[in-house]
């Protein structure tokens, strides 16, 4: 069973840098999709970022291009998110998800029978 584990959140000044953490356990898929997802309050969910297992292929919602980096170190199963010069617009609750996918293609969007969802950790930009 897969078990995805975010930690990193906090409250964080415009401007700053923040880095988040999605610890994985239980992956038996030989190919996958993993990433981040976030909500703000009032808002719909939102695909972030992704990076697939098989090429390291990344991809970006346009609002963090250039802001936002995805990785991952494999032999710790362990994804990251770092967030630079971040805006009050990047506040949410922020999830790591896993989707059993050949590609990152349509990251913009859930399809929640083919993916494992973290329970989240909250990102706060304000001064």
């Known amino acids: 069973q897969v078990q995805l584990v975010e930690s990193g959140g906090t409250l964080v000044q415009p401007g700053g840098s923040l880095r988040l953490s999605c610890a994985a356990s239980?992956?038996?898929?030989?190919?996958?999709?993993i990433g981040w997802f976030r909500q703000a309050p009032g808002k719909e969910r939102e695909g972030v970022s992704c990076?697939?297992?098989?090429?390291?292929?990344?991809t970006y919602v346009d609002s963090v291009k250039g802001r936002f980096t995805i990785s991952r170190d494999d032999p710790k199963n362990t994804l990251f998110l770092q967030m630079d010069s971040l805006k009050p617009e990047d506040t949410a609750i922020y999830y790591c998800v896993l989707r059993s996918a050949r590609s990152c293609s349509n990251w913009d969007r859930s399809y929640s029978y083919l993916e494992v969802w973290g329970q989240g950790t909250q990102v706060t930009v304000s001064p």
């Open positions: 239980g992956i038996t898929l030989d190919y996958y999709a």
């Open positions: 990076i697939h297992s098989r090429d390291g292929a990344r």
